[in-house]
């Protein structure tokens, strides 16, 4: 059988491996990073959000089109990104750096996982929007957290795709054989699984534990010790993204929603509908900074 | 001449009189919905999210919810022209996510409720469907071409295949 031949193509990669030898992989600027950790930090300040975004001016640049975007509806130009912060808030501008940093490559298309060019970045951002809803529905975590850990959950299919090019068919037809999801044919044939390997690059790129964590456990919420509502917010968020179909591959809705994190948020299965409804409107309207993100 | 492009975004209900091309994309649990009035030349697709529509919030976009996208994408199509019993009908969509883990909350079961919610209008309004593609856990494309009455579904990982016409 097909599935057979792919176990033994990749059985001796090891995630190392995938890391290490995978060329183009993607990084995130050291200054949306530090730009992350101050506006995250309780003594945290605008000023030095503004400086940090200063260190790189390709990130300024983008933050400054996205925050002139029509989503914001400024009467007038922002003219530079120290007024970003101080008109827009040091959080929004926050979240604009995960954005500017991230969609140069989360919008290239992954073949490995018949994902066209922006479906990535579709599918990732719906999770971001997805789980900063569900953070503000609970009222029991950051919303920004949220939100990054949505935007990045998914890391490690950018890492992953280029070695399962020409094997998503046959890994389906495993999946329907053995009655499995994707992540655990993935880790029938690898050991590891997207997850896991998104939660490997997080932790070289130095990223806090709960994002790491809500990379690992993004479909299997259960496993995460102690239970993390961060990481519930994600699969939730996953789980709406997928149903609405936001930026789906060859892999499809082949994952498992675990309702236990549904309960851990607090929210009742009728909450679900309302909050699918109130993202969708949501993601739909961030359209319009997108356009803008097109034309850099 | 190149006969007029419909996208049906999420929540949106398209119409058209003449010929025209509809295409309803990225269906997961939501399902795409279209008729068609041959002998009127009339045709719409509508791009269903929900089941239901809110009883306390107001309804801006009926199109988001089974239980008045369907009905107002009738409205829409009588109001140019069509007849209702005339309509012929096909629907696609309706995904749902593979396992719901233990103690299954049926209410998470978008696409299996949206289906149903679907089928209830569409005996409520006395509709004939010809053709379902309904369920499963792929994403959808669906496209109805009103000239022919071709509808075609495709999925990320399958070719496209023809569902039905909707014209004899």
Known sequence: ?296 | MTPTQLLVGMADIQVVKGPGCFTCLGLGSCIGFCALDPVANVAGMVHVMLPEHFKDKPNDMPGKFADTGIAALVQALEKLGASRSKLVCAMAGGAQVFKFGANVANKLDIGARNALAVDEQVKKLGLKVIARDVGGHAGRTMMLDAATGEVKVRTVSQEEKLLCRLRA
């Open chain 1, 1 to 296: 059988m097909q599935a057979q031949s792919i176990t033994m193509a990749q059985g001796t990669l090891t995630l190392e491996d995938i890391v290490s030898k995978t060329t183009d992989l993607p990084t995130i600027p050291a200054a949306a990073l530090a730009v992350m950790r101050e506006a995250d930090s309780p003594t945290g300040s605008s000023r030095t959000v503004a400086h940090h975004i200063g260190q790189d001016q390709a990130l300024a640049a983008r933050v400054l089109r996205l925050a002139n975007s029509a989503y914001y509806g400024l009467s007038r130009q922002i003219m530079d990104h120290q007024e970003a912060v101080v008109v827009l808030g040091m959080r929004c501008v926050r979240n604009l750096a995960m954005v500017a940093a991230t969609y140069p490559w989360m919008t290239r298309p992954l073949k490995g996982y018949q994902l066209g060019p922006k479906a990535m970045w579709t599918h990732s951002f719906g999770v971001a929007v997805a789980a900063q809803q569900i953070a503000r529905k609970t009222k029991s975590l950051n919303e920004d957290t949220a939100f990054t850990a949505g935007l990045l959950h998914n890391l490690g299919k950018v890492a992953l795709s280029i070695w399962l090019e020409n094997r998503l068919s046959a890994m389906m037809a495993l999946a329907i054989r053995d009655d499995l999801t994707f992540d655990q044919v993935e880790r029938k044939l690898l050991g590891y699984d997207h997850a896991d390997v998104g939660a490997y690059l997080g932790e070289k790129w130095n990223l806090p534990q709960p994002l790491v964590e809500a990379m690992r456990y993004h479909h299997n919420p259960n496993g995460c010790e102690p239970r993390s509502l961060l990481v519930d917010a994600v699969h939730v968020g996953d789980f709406l993204t997928m149903s609405m179909g936001y930026g789906l591959g060859g892999d499809g809705l082949r994952y498992e929603v675990e309702p236990e994190a549904v309960e851990r948020l607090k929210l009742q299965p009728e909450d679900v509908d309302e909050i699918t409804s109130d993202f969708v409107t949501e993601y739909e309207s961030y359209a319009k900074m997108f356009e803008e993100m097109d034309k850099i």
